[in-house]
Structures are given as structure tokens and as C-alpha cells.
RNA sequence: GGCUACGUAGCUCAGUUGGUCAGAGCAUCGCACUCAUAAUGCGAGGGUCGGUGGUUCGAGUCCACCCGUAGCCA
């Protein structure tokens, strides 16, 4: 039976581009739409730019332009970016749109009309010279418990206290500079309160994860409060209506965003919106969203929804964040990796699969370990994948014109490997990429088992054997084919090249059921290239450059700009570096090796022998002798003229502008260097 | 500070309800092969499953505490 599903992603705030980090949600929510499209269910999938508050109001005024043109500038962008990564919207729109303000109006309303609406007079920081309220963010000073300085309006990050920001001192406002002033505002809250009963139902009725059901207990324990829903003039957003000057806040009207962008895709597609959102509907709804906005979906949005008559989620796929490397992303390792930056040097379809590699159910955070990410994709993607392809098509072109046998050799394997997408489906129903990925990769090993249990290469140089080559490629060509298949949600561009390569229109789910025979394929070209670990590089370098801060950015010319100071390391992880000084006792030329010279150390009494890049900037006559510098305990490596047994060290950039280290008259070979 | 997760081979990760669970891939080393984008196949080494106690006939697997990491605290 085919499942109606509505499937969205959080809106990306359009107060600047899309990175990495986001592209984990985005990325994991299209494989799942992918995927449940290829099985043939209805599945739509809407996202939209979040477009309203405060930070884009002073965005756009900082720029010099409207709201309007910023947030229209920053759509094109989020777009393009998508677009690049195979991000297969159905509707990208905008929370700045006429069917989301007229269902913001109407759910308020509703609400209201409920009783779910309370409204009364708080003291808020005001900014006298600009006419405006501050939220906490836009208030620093100094903390009232520990009087760190620079704190915001809402918590030390020094000391973790939180407070008010009329508690902070010497306050100023991050807007103009002023002093804030407490003044008082009329604001209106949602009752959140009154839906505990229905939202303890919900959280334990399986729509949320394990761990996010914890979370939500641990919210219910402490009690559900109103939740202010109102934001005064100035502020990009839509009207409250029945009010002069007050606005939605932000966070109102964002998932109503959802559903404005559905409804503007029903009536462009003649679909029957209602259907979708009544409170019985027996449509699906998924959210994937990151961790830090759960409060949000799992709380006031069903709570809203409920209150105002419609369906509530069927299911809420919360996220981890990503890091890089182990570590946050970070602007000075160059770890801040924006969309953009990333398409300038490397294929979006290799983060697609690291990542699918990588993701499953749980809230877990993810980490891109550039080594990793390098070596998995050239292990799999091109060595395991792409490679059984290539291997096997190159019989079926050079010896038999293209053309694939009528019959498979060992029909048992291919309906092994038929049989095995029911598990690898269920493993994507269920978001568990990383298992499809398992499972599949397991899969491309027992079809390459079976190419060089079969020796086509051998059997080809007899004249008597050679129908059988065609049978055995055919056979490794119809499971890579299959592969390809279960593997088409995670990269779909690669499929669709697997598909003009094997001269077939576009596979769905059911379509590995029948092998392909006698059939003509095309000539191969190579469906992935190999990662080149250069390319890595200098999508961290770049941006290190871009993100680098502009006020004390070294000169152009210092050392500093190509390198900078590195992160900073406790004495404990130096002390395990054990630097001596040596004597060169004898330095010669390699044979075969323009850059090397193996150095003979004294080490004050043990021999090393060193093999270093010095060979641009010194003459083997030049070192003989002399005392420098060499990391002793570094683990010795083989290379092609022999074992390395440490490192001598040198300053500049290299080639023949390198300069060894050399102690102080009185050194002597063997010292420690601390 | 409170809470929620996580901490398993060099790296990235699997390990359902406690009993062949000490695993996979990559990396490393050896052998084979040469059809293939130096890709593939076979084999080997490598972990006291963060630490310390406890429950149990038996614990990565349950409990307590500690250490470390990430996040949330509207």
C-alpha cells in the first residue's frame, strides 16, 4: 500500500550560509525521502528559510538593504547550495509568505479563541537610542556573580550563572552601545501548560527517539510554563492581530513555516492540503531536526498544533551535531566548513555517502574525520563499488561489443543479493544509514569474491572458455546493478551515471527483481574518482582564509599568514617530545632522491641514521660536523633508500629556503632540549 | 551546578532482552593475482570493551561512584 508521508527539515536561518553542519540533517532527511520515493510511497518533501527576528532585521540594516532583499539574497544562496548537494526539495519557500502569515493568524486565533492565550505586562531592556526592546543576546556587560566582563544578557559562559539581564552589570547594549533601559511591554503567552496531559501521552506514544523521550520527561518533572509569543515593534515578522505593535516571535511562526511551504506546493500540485493536516488524518508527518531545537518540535509545536485543531507529528528524528576531527568546528583550524567551500574542491556525493556511512537512529553527534572520510571513500566508493563496474565491463565491451548474455551464470547469488534489500530496506525505514551502508559494502565484497573466484582474465585466453567470461561479467554486472540500486538514495548522482553506463532507464526498488539480459550496455567511464588528500587540504585551508578574523590578521608576508599558531597543547603533551642536541658526523647525497640527504648523528655516544629534506638548501660539505637539533624519540620509518631514525629540525616555508637549528656554543651531543 | 547521552582494536564504528560478544571496515604487515581508477582476493598481528567497586554461577551488556567528551537548562 502506497503511505502518504510529508517529510521537512529545520529551516535554515537566512542570516547566513549554509555549512557542513548543516548539511548533516538535510543530507540524512533526503537519503530517507529518497529512499521511500524509490519504493514507490508518496512522499513529499518541504522546507523552507526561516526568515524573520531580530538578527535578520539588524542584518539587513547593517547591510543597508530591506529584510525583504536580504532574506531574498540568502534563499537564492540556501538554494544553490541544496541544489549542489542533491538536497531533492519538493518546495523550498519561505516563513516570509502570505500562506504562513495567514496560518499563523489562524492557529493564533484558534488558540485564542480557546483560551490558550494569556497576556500581561513584563519589564524588558530597552535600547533608548534605537527605539527598541533587546532580547538577552543583544545585552552585555559584567556577570553579577562572578564579574567576568563581556557576558550576555542571559548566562556567564565564565562562571555558568544565569540570570536577568537587568542583574548584569555596567550593561550596554550590543546594538548602539547605550545603557538599556527596563521598560514595561504587554506581551502574550501560549499556555503551554494546558496541554500536559495530551503532550505526556504523545512523548510516550513513540514519536520521539529513547533518549528524547528522557529529555521531555525531565521537562514534564519540572513543570510546562507559558511561553511568550510576542515580540514589539521594530521587528521583521508578521502582526499579531487584534494589535498596533506586536509582532510573533520568530519561533511561532517558523514551523507554521512547514506547513505554509505544503500549502504552497498543494495548490501549485492540485493536492488536497486539508487532507494532510486534519486532526484524523491518516497521513504521515516526519520532522528531522538537531538536538538543540527539541524543546520546540516536541513541546509547543504538537501542543500548538493540537490546540488549534490539526494532526500532531508522527514522528520527530532528532540529530547530533557534527564535528571535525574530533572537535567542534572550529574558524581558526579551518574546520568551519561552509557548503560553498566544500563544492570548490571535493564531490558533494562523497560527503552524501560518509555521512550515510556514519548516521543512524540515535541523537549521537557525528564526526567527519578527514582521514577517515579520504580513505572510506576511495576504499568503497571507487575500490569496492565503482570498481566491480569496471573490471567486468571491460570484457563485455572490448570482447563481446557491449552486449550481456542471455542467462545468468549463478542465479543463487543474484537472488541472494535480491533478497538481501529486504533487510537493507528495513534499515533505511528505519534511518539506520550506517547499517545500509554495512550491509551493502558486505555485499560488493562477495561480488568481487565471486569475479576472482571465476578468473574471467584467465578464461579469456582461451578461445573454448570465452562464452564464459560473458556469463561471469554479466553475472558481476547484474549485482553491481543491484547494488547500485540500494545504494541510489545516498548518491543519487553516481546512480544515474551507473544507469546511462548500463544503458537502463531510471531503477526503482522492484526493478532489481528482473536481471538484465541480453542487453547492451555503453562503454564505462569511470563513475568516482579517488579522493586526493590535497583536495582535502585545501578546503581546510580555505577556510582558514575566508573565516580568518580581518582585525589582527597577520601581514601577507609573515610566515604567520601561510601557518598559523597552532592550538594550544598542556607542558605534559611537549615533555613527551624528546628533543636532543646532535653532532653531524657525516652527511651524504641519496641515489634516486633529489631532495633527501642521510644524515649520520651523534647522538653523544648512539649512532642514527636520519634521512632529512635539506638537500635543496645544504651541501652535504656544509653539515658535516656541525651540532643541531633532532627529535630522538620520533618512531623510526622505512622509506625507499632505508630507516629514518629520527628528525632533525629546520625553520621556512622549504626547498631551498630551509635553516637548521643549531644550539648555543657549549651544547654537546646527547643534551635534552627543554 | 542540575540533567541527558556517549567513552569497545591506530582510525571510524557494530555489539537485540547479561551466557561462542570480544567483532566489522579502514590503516599496518605477509602472500596471491594482474581484468580493473595501484583497484581485487587470501592470511596475520593488534583491544584487561574509560576507571574503581558491587549484583550474579557468569557483565562492554545491570547498579553505585569517579574521570573524560558533547549537548540541554525553555
Not at 201 to 223: C, I, M, P, S
Not at 279 to 297: M, N, P, R
Not at 410 to 431: C, H, K, S, T, W
Request: aromatic share 10%; proline share 5%.
Amino acid at each position: 500500500m502506497q503511505r502518504n508521508i510529508l517529510v521537512t527539515s529545520a529551516l535554515p536561518y537566512a542570516n547566513g550560509p549554509i555549512h557542513l553542519g548543516h548539511l548533516v540533517e538535510y543530507i540524512q532527511t533526503d537519503i530517507w525521502v529518497r529512499f521511500q520515493k524509490l519504493r514507490g510511497n508518496h512522499c513529499i518533501y518541504v522546507c523552507a528559510d526561516d526568515a524573520h527576528g531580530t538578527p535578520i532585521m539588524l542584518k539587513a540594516r547593517e547591510l543597508g538593504i530591506t529584510p525583504e532583499e536580504l532574506i531574498e539574497r540568502m534563499g537564492r544562496e540556501h538554494r544553490e547550495d541544496f541544489a549542489a548537494f542533491g538536497i531533492g526539495f519538493d518546495n523550498y519557500y519561505t516563513t516570509h509568505s502570505p500562506e504562513n502569515r495567514e496560518l499563523s493568524e489562524l492557529i493564533y486565533t484558534r488558540l485564542r479563541e480557546a483560551g490558550h492565550i494569556d497576556s500581561r505586562t513584563i519589564k524588558q531592556a530597552f535600547d533608548p537610542e534605537q527605539g527598541m526592546f533587546l532580547p538577552d543576546r543583544y545585552i552585555k556587560g559584567d556577570c553579577p556573580r562572578c564579574g567576568a566582563a563581556g557576558q550576555y544578557g542571559d548566562s556567564c559562559e565564565v562562571c555558568g550563572a544565569t540570570y536577568t539581564p537587568t542583574e548584569l552589570k555596567n550593561a550596554v547594549s550590543v546594538v548602539s552601545g547605550a545603557t538599556p533601559e527596563e521598560r514595561e511591554s504587554l506581551h502574550y503567552f501560549f499556555r503551554l501548560q494546558d496541554f500536559e496531559t495530551m503532550l505526556k501521552d504523545w512523548a510516550r506514544g513513540g514519536h520521539v527517539q529513547q533518549e528524547v523521550a528522557n529529555k521531555l520527561e525531565e521537562w514534564f518533572t519540572e513543570g510546562l510554563r507559558e511561553w511568550d509569543i510576542s515580540r514589539d515593534a521594530p521587528y521583521f515578522g508578521f502582526q499579531i492581530p487584534g494589535t498596533e505593535d506586536k509582532y510573533f516571535y520568530v519561533w511561532l511562526d517558523a514551523p507554521i513555516g512547514y506547513m505554509a511551504s505544503f500549502r504552497n506546493w498543494c495548490d501549485r500540485h492540485g493536492e488536497d492540503f486539508d487532507a494532510w493536516w486534519k486532526a484524523d488524518s491518516d497521513t504521515e508527518l516526519y520532522h528531522f531536526i538537531g538536538k538543540d531545537i527539541v524543546y520546540f518540535h516536541a513541546l509547543f509545536w504538537p501542543a500548538m498544533l493540537h490546540g488549534a485543531g490539526f494532526r500532531k507529528p508522527t514522528r520527530i528524528c532528532a540529530h547530533g551535531f557534527m564535528t571535525v576531527d574530533g572537535a567542534k568546528m572550529s574558524k581558526s583550524r579551518g574546520t568551519f566548513i561552509m557548503a560553498r567551500t566544500y563544492l570548490n574542491h571535493l564531490d558533494p556525493e562523497y560527503l552524501r555517502y560518509y555521512m550515510a556511512a556514519k548516521l543512524g537512529s540515535h541523537v549521537h553527534d557525528l564526526d567527519l574525520n578527514l582521514d577517515d572520510f579520504t580513505q572510506r571513500v576511495n576504499a568503497d566508493l571507487v575500490g569496492k563499488l565503482v570498481n566491480i563496474a569496471s573490471r567486468s565491463s571491460s570484457f563485455i565491451n572490448k570482447r563481446f561489443d557491449g552486449r550481456l548474455a542471455a542467462e545468468l551464470p549463478a542465479p543463487a547469488l543474484y537472488r541472494d543479493f535480491v533478497a538481501r534489500g529486504e533487510q537493507i530496506a528495513e534499515a533505511y525505514e528505519n534511518r539506520e544509514f550506517s547499517r545500509v551502508i554495512r550491509d551493502i559494502m558486505a555485499l560488493a565484497d562477495q561480488a568481487n569474491q565471486y569475479f576472482d573466484e571465476e578468473q574471467p582474465w584467465v578464461l579469456a585466453k582461451d578461445a573454448r572458455t570465452l562464452p564464459r567470461v560473458q556469463a561471469v561479467c554479466t553475472q558481476t554486472l547484474n549485482l553491481f546493478r543491484v547494488l547500485m540500486v540500494y545504494l541510489k538514495p545516498v548518491v543519487p548522482k553516481i546512480a544515474a551515471e551507473a544507469e546511462a553506463f548500463l544503458n537502463v532507464d531510471a531503477q526503482d526498488w522492484q526493478a532489481v527483481q528482473t536481471p538484465l539480459l541480453d542487453h547492451t550496455i555503453n562503454r564505462f567511464k569511470p563513475l568516482a574518482t579517488r579522493v586526493e588528500r590535497e583536495a582535502v587540504d585545501a578546503m581546510v585551508e580555505e577556510s582558514r582564509e575566508t573565516l580568518a578574523p580581518k582585525g589582527d590578521a597577520p601581514a601577507a608576508d609573515s610566515p604567520l599568514a601561510d601557518h598559523p599558531i597552532a592550538d594550544p597543547v598542556d607542558v605534559d603533551t611537549f615533555g613527551q617530545i624528546d628533543l636532543r642536541v646532535a653532532r653531524i658526523e657525516d652527511a651524504a647525497v641519496v641515489d634516486g632522491a633529489d631532495k633527501l640527504l642521510q644524515l649520520t648523528l651523534d647522538l653523544g655516544g648512539e649512532k642514527r641514521n636520519v634521512f632529512a629534506g635539506l638537500r635543496a638548501a645544504y651541501a652535504p660539505e656544509d653539515l658535516r660536523g656541525r651540532l643541531t637539533v633532532v627529535v630522538a624519540n620520533l618512531k623510526p620509518r622505512k622509506m625507499r633508500f632505508g630507516v629514518s631514525e629520527g628528525m632533525v629540525l629546520a625553520a621556512g616555508p622549504g626547498g631551498d629556503a630551509l635553516y637548521i637549528l643549531e644550539p648555543d656554543s657549549g651544547a654537546m651531543p646527547g643534551m635534552r632540549i627543554r
